[in-house]
C-alpha cells in the first residue's frame, strides 16, 4: 500500500466576497469592471471573474450616487454627508471633494466631454460643475420634489441637461442660456428614468404611475402615452445596430397599425414584475415579454415583490445589464430563432449572499459549488468564473440544508431542507423540483444522501424526528413533481437535529443533536445502534471516517470527539477552537481532519497525533459551511460574513517553493563570501539584505569601520538600497543600539545614513516610531561619553600641572623646597581625606554588622519561642 502524504497547508485561491448592498453602480465604457456601492465602501469589481479588484473607503455613510467619466480615468461619488468626491481610478486616490447641495445627491451624471458633471440633488436643486475647477457653473431650480434621476443630451454639440424628479416632471435645461427651456408634465408619480433616441430628437421617460412618454424635443410636447401596466424602474431605447434589433427583425411580431406621428423606436422596460419587456413605440405594442425569471413576482404579497431595480444597455456589446433588488446582476443576450426572440442570460452576479448556511460541491470535476444562503433558493456557481450559473427555486422559507449526489441512473441530484418544513430533490441538469416530501412538523436542519444505495436520503428536523425518504418512483422525464414517502419515521432525540451522516457502506447513519448526545442508526429501518454521550454542549456536524469504524462529532464545547461505533467509547479529543466548532470532515484518507467554527478560524489537524497542523483566519464571522471536495479535497468555507473562499491544498507547492528559497539562499551566501574576498563591501551589504542576515551585516559594518575609507564604501552601499531596506537597517540598528558591544557600530551606521540620506529617511514609512526607540539609548550614550571627556580632561589637566611643576635638571633650591612643600600639602590633604573616607567606611561596615546581629538575636529569639509552644 502506497504511503499517504499528510497535508501541510493550504491556500486560500478564490474568494467570493459581498461587492453590492444596493444603490447606484456604474460600469466602464470598455465593461471589463463594474463599480458599485457596499454600505459605505465603493467596490471595483473586475467582470471576467466576479473577484473585487479594489475597495474605495467611504466617509462613514451610505453611497447615493455614483458616475465614471467617459474615459474610465475618474470616479464621481456622492453619499448621504452631501460631499461629491472625485477619484483618481488609476492611483485611488481623491483628487478633491466638496459640498453642493443642503440634501443628499440622488443622482450623478458626466457628459460625453467629461468635463462637466451633474448632480441631483434631494434638496430640489440641479447642479453642474467643472470637472477640473471643482466650481459650480449653474444652478438650477424648479423642482418641487426630490430630484430623482438626471442625464446629458448624448450630443456634445448640444448642451442640453434633462432632470427628472418624484413631482412627475421632467424639466429641459439649456446649459448655454443658463434657463429652462421646458417643463413636460404628464405623469402622475416619480420619474425613475429617461432614455434619448438614437437621432436625438426623442425622449422616452418612465415613472412608477404604470406609463411611458414619448416626448418631441422640437416642440417639447408629448406624442404618446404607453400603459405599462407594471410600475417601471427603467428603460432603455434600442439602438439601430443593437443585436435586439436584429433579434427582433427576424422574429414574426403580430401586424398591428402603425402611427405616422410617432418614430419607430423600440425600447426595453423592466420594473417590479421582474420580467423584461420590449415594445414598439409607433404601434404600442409589446412586442416580447419574458416567460418567467428567477424573480418573477408570483404573488400579491408585498415582501415577495422584489423584481428590477434598473437596466441599462451596454456600450459595447449592446448586452441588456438588469439588477435586481436582491443584489443580484443579470446579463441578458437576445437569440432569434424559428420567427421568436429568446432572451438568454449569459451570467449571473450575486453582489451580496447574506448568511451562508450550507454548501456542497456539484459535478463529476467538482467545478460547481451549490450554496444555500438566507433566501429561498438555491445558487449553484461555477467556480472557473465565479459567477451564478443557476439558481433552483421552488422553497417558500430559507434554505438551511443541502447534499449532492449521483443517482444510479446517473443524475446529479440535490436535495434541500428548509424552514418550510419540506424537503425537495433537484435535477441539476433540467434545474427543476422533482420530487417533495411533506411531513415534518418543524423547519428541515439536517439533509443526507446514502452515497451507497443512491436511492434514498435521510432528513431531520427540529421536530427531533428522523425520516429515510425513498426517490426510486422520480420519473425521469421531470413533467411532473412527484410527492416523496417516509420508508421510516423514529423519534430521535430530545431537541433540534443538526446534523446527519451516512457511513460509507450506506448501512448506518449518525445523527448529531441539540440535546448534546449522538445517535447512530441502521438503515433503511431506523434501529438505534448506540448512543455516544460525552459533550457539554450540543453537536453540530457529525461524520463517518472513510476508513475506520469510527465517527467523528463536533460542538459548542469546542471540542472534536472521535467515538468506536463497537461500543460508543470516546477515542480522541481535540482541543484548540475558542467557540463552538460548527463543522469538520475527513481529509487524506481519514488521517486528518479539517475543522471551522464559531471563532471565524479553519484548522488543519492530523489525527494520529492529535497536533493542530495549521489555522487560518479568512473569516469575519462564525463559518457555518464546510464543503470538501471528494476528488480534490479542495476545501470551500462560508458563514456570516456572506463571504465563500476556496482552499487549495499548497503542500507541494510550499515545499518546492521552500526548496526553491533554499537552493538561492545557498547561491546568495556563496556570492557573499566571494564578494568579501574580492573586498566588494557594497555588493556584499546589499546580499546580506536580501538573505536578511543581521549579524554577517553588523560583521560588514565592524570592518569597514576599522578601514581608512570606511565612509566612501558605507556611502556607496547606503545610496544603493531601496526604501524598504533602508527601513530593515534602522531596525538593526535600533537593535544594535542597545547593546554595549554594538552600540559604536550603530552610531557609526546611523551618523553616515543621516548625512548621505537626509531626505530619503523622512519618506521612510514608520520613521517616527524608529526614531523613538533609538533616541533614548542615543542619549544615554551620548552621556555617558560625555563624563567619560569630562574625566579625561581632569585627567590632563592634572597630568599637565603635575609635568609643570615638576623639577628638571638642578634648578633652584628654592623652587624645589616650594615644590616638596606643595607636594607635601598637598599629600597631608590627600592623606587626611584617604583617612576621613576610611573613618566613614569603617562606620558604615559597623552599622552593617550590629544590623546584621540584631537580626540574628530576633531569629533566635523566634526560634525558641516556637520550640518553646511545640
Partial sequence: MASISLKKSYKCAQSLQQFYTGGPYAVGSDESFLVCACNDTIKIVDLSNTSIKSTIEGDSEAVTALALSPNNNFLFSASHSRQIRVWDLSTLKCLRSWKGHEGPVMGMACDASGGLLATAGADRKVLVWDVDGGFCTHYFKGHKGVVTSIIFHPDPNRLLLFSGGDDGSVRVWDLMRKKCLSTLEKHQSAITSMSISEDGWTLLSAGRDKVVNLWNLHDYGCMTTIPMFESLEAVCIIGPESPFAASLASSTNPQTKKRSDVPAINFITVGERGLVRIWSADRALCLFEQKSSDITVSSDDEDSKRGFTSALILPASQELLCVTADQQFFLYYPEGSEGSLNLVL????????EEIADMKFLGDEEQFLAVSTSVEQVRVYD?????????????????????????????????????????????????????????????????????????????????????????????????????LKAKAVVAAHDKDINSLAVAPDGSLVCSGSQDRTACIWR??????????????????????????????????????????????????TFEGHTSSVLRASFL???????????????????????????????????IWALAVGKKTEMLATGGGDAVINLWHDSTASDEEEAFRKEEENVLKGQELENALIDADYTRAIQIAFELRRSHKLFDLFRELCRKGDAGDQIGKALKALAKEELHLLLEYVREWNTKPKSCHIAQFVLSRVFRILPKEILEIRGIAELLEGLTPYTQRHFNRLDGLERSTCLLDFTLTQMLVIEPEGNEGKLEDKDAKLS???????????????????????????????????????STKKVNGVN
Fill in 346 to 353: 449569459r451570467k449571473r452576479f450575486v453582489g451580496y449572499n
Fill in 383 to 483: 467556480l472557473t468564473t465565479m459567477s451564478c450559473s443557476y439558481v433552483l427555486a421552488g422553497h417558500t422559507d430559507v434554505i438551511l440544508c443541502l447534499d449532492t449526489c449521483v443517482s444510479s441512473s446517473g443524475r446529479t441530484l440535490i436535495v434541500t431542507g428548509s424552514k418550510d418544513n419540506t424537503v425537495r430533490l433537484w435535477d441539476c441538469q433540467s434545474k427543476v423540483c422533482v420530487g417533495v416530501g411533506i411531513g415534518h412538523m418543524g423547519a428541515v436542519g439536517a439533509v443526507v444522501f446514502s452515497k451507497k444505495q443512491r436511492n434514498l436520503f435521510v432528513s431531520g428536523s427540529s421536530d427531533r424526528t428522523l425520516k429515510v425518504w425513498n426517490f426510486d418512483l422520480v420519473p425521469d422525464n421531470n413533467e411532473e413533481v412527484l410527492t
Fill in 523 to 572: 438503515l433503511p429501518d431506523l434501529v438505534s445502534v448506540v448512543t455516544l454521550k460525552g459533550h457539554k454542549r450540543g453537536i453540530w456536524s457529525v461524520e463517518f471516517s472513510p476508513v475506520d469504524q469510527c465517527v467523528m462529532t463536533a460542538s459548542g464545547d469546542k471540542t472534536i470527539k472521535i467515538w468506536a461505533i463497537s461500543d460508543g467509547s470516546c477515542l480522541k
Fill in 588 to 622: 487524506t484518507r481519514g488521517t486528518q481532519l479539517v475543522s471551522c467554527g464559531a471563532d471565524g478560524l479553519v484548522k488543519l489537524w492530523t489525527v494520529k497525533t492529535n497536533e493542530c497542523v495549521a489555522t487560518y483566519d479568512q473569516h469575519e464571522d462564525k
Fill in 823 to 861: 607636594n607635601a600639602a598637598d599629600s597631608e590633604q590627600l592623606s587626611d581625606i584617604s583617612s576621613m573616607e576610611q573613618e566613614q567606611h569603617h562606620k558604615e561596615l559597623k552599622e552593617k554588622s550590629s544590623s546584621k546581629k540584631r537580626k540574628n538575636k530576633s531569629k533566635d529569639v
